[in-house]
């Protein structure tokens, strides 16, 4: 199974080779792969196509997944923490769920990084160039 979300610069040159430019790499056990798996249609370099075309739509699903994940997770925290705030026993569980909305918050910078970069390309690059990913 493919353990590697990869993104990258793709320039097509004017003789209509490809340069393609590694920007970055997420593990499978990093949250921002199954974000972006479970909202994008990322190929998997096994198949035929090497590549896709990462869209500022594409981005924004995951940033607004995540988005909705953090709102999801800091009202069950705060719900947890009303009914458990007399209760030291419970402070561990607390603890992780903080820890937890960390994690998801260090996802969401990532995909904003990300996003930052389509923009780019869309905006500011030739019309050449693209952002896109593929998991090896």
């Known amino acids: 199974m493919s353990s590697k979300l990869k993104f990258y610069k793709l320039s097509v040159q004017d003789n209509d080779n490809e340069k393609v430019t590694q920007i970055i790499s997420f593990s499978r056990n990093d949250d921002i792969f199954n974000y972006f798996y479970d909202n994008c249609n990322i ?3 096994y ?3 090497k590549y ?10 995951v940033v607004n997944d995540i988005n909705d994940d953090i709102r999801s997770e800091e009202k069950r925290l705060s719900e947890y923490e009303k009914y458990a705030m007399r209760d030291p026993k419970y402070i561990d569980d ?5 820890e937890h909305i960390g994690d ?12 930052m970069m389509v923009y780019q390309s869309n ?9 896109v990913a593929n998991i090896l």
């Open 43 to 45: 190929q998997d370099s």
């Open 47 to 49: 198949s035929g196509m």
């Open 52 to 61: 896709s075309i990462i869209s500022e739509s594409d981005v924004e699903k």
């Open 94 to 98: 607390i603890l992780a769920m903080k």
């Open 104 to 115: 998801l918050s260090r996802t969401l910078h990532y995909a904003e990084f990300i996003r």
């Open 123 to 131: 905006f500011l690059c030739d019309s050449n160039d693209k952002i």
